[in-house]
């Protein structure tokens, strides 16, 4: 059973950056893919990133291309979703998530994923 846990949201201008951090306990980090959703208020909860166990086969959402990084550092059970250039359309809660991946495909839809995290909020202001 992994625990995973988000920091690092938090209120910001338009143009400006965050860094969230996924923090994860109780399991083997780095025999999981990690993925980042996001859920604006009365929308789904809709795929933004997501990076393979091993750093590799990472993916992104359209509208986060270019302006989004996803990381992580398997030594430190930690991952991280560098966002710059942020707009008031990124504003939501965002989640981390981690899958297992007994193979290099990984995936974007929620579904896949086996544990998630609680959310942290992102609000951008225009």
């Known amino acids: 059973q992994v625990q995973l846990a988000e920091s690092g949201g938090g209120l910001v201008q338009a143009g400006g950056s965050l860094r969230l951090s996924c923090a994860a306990s109780?399991?083997?980090?780095?025999?999981?893919?990690m993925g980042w959703f996001r859920q604006a208020p009365g929308k789904e909860r809709v795929f933004v990133e997501v990076?393979?166990?091993?750093?590799?086969?990472?993916f992104y959402a359209d509208s986060v291309q270019g302006r989004f990084t996803i990381s992580r550092d398997n030594a430190k059970n930690t991952g991280f979703l560098q966002m710059s250039g942020l707009k008031p359309e990124d504003t939501a809660v965002y989640y981390c998530?981690?899958?297992?991946?007994?193979?290099?495909?990984?995936?974007?839809?929620?579904?896949?994923?086996?544990?998630w995290g609680q959310g942290t909020q992102v609000t951008v202001s225009s």
């Open positions: 998530a981690a899958g297992q991946q007994p193979t290099p495909e990984v995936h974007t839809t929620s579904g896949w994923y086996d544990f």
């Open positions: 109780g399991g083997t980090f780095s025999s999981y893919a």
């Open positions: 990076m393979g166990r091993n750093g590799f086969n990472t």
